[in-house]
């Protein structure tokens, strides 16, 4: 989804994010949620720039696996 309002995130090629707000980190939560449910590894890769500055200062970053 290319248009950054409430609850979007925005993807750019190769699966880059530049944007993400705090219903894209709701998602995230959720997303870790099912895929703890159903045995499924989930890694954060290549956080950068904004969106890892968003991770960092939530904490989320910390209870992601991460490529880093």
């Given at each position: 989804?290319?248009?950054?309002?409430?609850?979007?995130?925005?993807?750019?090629?190769?699966?880059?994010?530049?944007?993400?707000?705090?219903?894209?980190l709701?998602?995230?939560?959720?997303?870790?949620?099912?895929?703890?449910?159903?045995?499924?590894?989930?890694?954060?890769?290549?956080?950068?720039?904004?969106?890892?500055?968003?991770?960092?200062?939530?904490?989320?970053?910390?209870?992601?696996?991460?490529?880093?």
């Amino acid at each position: 989804n290319g248009d950054p309002h409430p609850g979007n995130y925005l993807f750019h090629g190769g699966g880059r994010v530049t944007f993400l707000d705090s219903s894209g980190l709701s998602a995230l939560v959720q997303l870790r949620v099912v895929a703890i449910e159903h045995s499924v590894r989930l890694v954060l890769r290549g956080a950068t720039g904004a969106a890892l500055r968003v991770l960092r200062i939530t904490g989320l970053y910390d209870v992601f696996e991460s490529d880093q």
